[in-house]
């Protein structure tokens, strides 16, 4: 089992930066990709960043060149750099971990609110 803890969440307005973090706890060492998803009311949720255990990552169009993914060296939290923040950011932001024979685990979400 993996545990995700998500903080960083706030409201901020459009054009600012937030830095969301995410620390997994449990069997860590099984853990391959940890990302970032999110969902707006009414939306599906949708994936926004991922990173993989040798760091290869994987953004959304939405937020290419204005959020940056990373993992700290320990490969147990991982950031989400936001930058250029705009209204249509305005989400819940899920943190999501998975591995090989252990499947995928959500964090609680940590909301972002992003004001004209």
């Known amino acids: 089992q993996v545990q995700l803890v998500e903080s960083g969440g706030n409201l901020v307005q459009a054009g600012g930066s937030l830095r969301l973090s995410c620390t997994a706890s449990g069997s860590t060492s099984r853990i391959d990709t940890m990302g970032w998803y999110r969902q707006a009311p009414g939306n599906q949720r949708e994936l926004v960043a991922t990173i993989s255990r040798i760091s290869d990552t994987n953004y959304a169009d939405a937020v290419k060149g204005r959020f940056t993914i990373s993992r700290d060296n320990a490969k147990t939290t991982v950031y989400l750099q936001m930058n250029s923040l705009k209204p249509e950011d305005t989400a819940v932001y899920y943190c999501?971990?998975?591995?090989?024979?252990?499947?995928?685990?959500w964090g609680q979400g940590t909301q972002v609110t992003v004001s004209s």
């Open positions: 999501y971990a998975q591995g090989l024979f252990i499947g995928g685990f």
